[in-house]
């Protein structure tokens, strides 16, 4: 079993993904509006959903670091996906994020951005991440701003326009 540690915020859980996620998160990644920013834009069948789920929960054991589910600290409603992402090809550590269409514009995407930076810089020592984020996401834009990213360059990243916000440790002002 790969040891995932669990993050509180105020209002979220951080916690590893599980089975008991698996309906909702199949539903996120079947939703046109949902994928239409996340890798080649298309959304997932079930099948596809299972393996995502399937990768970035091996992501933790060959990283040590990877994505979470996010649940509602008061109900444990599945909210999305946060996290840390650095798989074979990526420019970079990424920090990411995915939530379902309900819970959008509740900043709860900003307040668990906040967490996996703080888990970045503080347990996995990173010296810096980034968000790769496509153009017209002006919401992921706005997060990362939110949490401190400055918008470095634009890069063609798995066939699209994707602008790269860069964030660093607090302290250091790169």
């Given at each position: 079993m790969i040891d995932i540690p669990q993050l509180e915020t105020e209002r979220l859980r951080l916690t590893a993904l599980g089975d008991r996620h698996f309906e909702a998160y199949a539903s996120m990644l079947a939703d046109a509006n949902s994928t239409r920013f996340v890798?080649?834009?298309?959304?997932?069948?079930?099948?596809?959903?299972?393996?995502s789920m399937a990768m970035l929960l091996g992501h933790w054991a060959l990283r040590g670091y990877g994505m979470w589910a996010?649940?509602?600290?008061?109900?444990?409603?599945?909210?999305g996906r946060v996290g840390l992402h650095?798989?074979?090809?990526?420019?970079?550590?990424?920090l990411g994020w995915m939530l379902l269409p309900e819970h959008r514009r509740h900043g709860y995407a900003t307040e668990a951005g906040r967490a996996a930076l703080d888990f970045a810089f503080s347990k996995v020592k990173a010296s810096r991440a980034?968000?790769?984020?496509?153009?017209?996401?002006?919401?992921?834009?706005?997060?990362?701003r939110r949490l401190g990213g400055r918008q470095a360059?634009?890069?063609?990243?798995?066939?699209?326009?994707?602008?790269?916000?860069?964030?660093?440790?607090?302290?250091?002002?790169?």
């Open positions: 890798g080649d834009g298309q959304p997932l069948d079930r099948m596809n959903a299972w393996r996010l649940e509602r600290r008061d109900s444990g409603e599945f909210v650095h798989p074979e090809g990526w420019p970079d550590l990424e980034i968000s790769l984020i496509r153009v017209g996401n002006s919401a992921s834009e706005r997060v990362a360059t634009t890069i063609d990243f798995l066939g699209g326009a994707t602008l790269v916000y860069i964030y660093h440790p607090p302290g250091i002002d790169a």
